[in-house]
């Protein structure tokens, strides 16, 4: 996405293109493979309950912030942003999937 990105021209292919925007499914599927949500305990101590609950918290202000600064002509979204709004997410994913969480009873 980088190297095919250039300010000047339509980011409409870099955008859309499946081999440039592969790292976001590739972000969810290593998130399914390291927090698999059935391996999860509701009993957990207070400070890793803290810990997923900061997280995900971390993930929704950094999405809401990468909403609110950027837009889809913004070089920073092909230069690394896309990947950390990828990496945001799956910290809400993993926070919300997580049965101990707070976070995931708030955004249910």
Known sequence: MALLYHPSLDPSRVYAGSDTRAFGLLVGAALAM?????????QVSPGARRLVDAMGATG??????LIWRTNQ????????????????????????????SRLGRALG
């Open 73 to 100: 002509y913004s070089p920073f979204l092909y230069r690394g942003g896309m990947v950390l709004l990828s990496v945001a997410t799956a910290l809400v994913v993993a926070a919300a999937a997580h049965p101990a």
């Open 34 to 42: 390291v927090w698999p949500s059935k391996a999860l305990r509701v």
């Open 60 to 65: 929704l202000v950094v999405t809401a912030l």
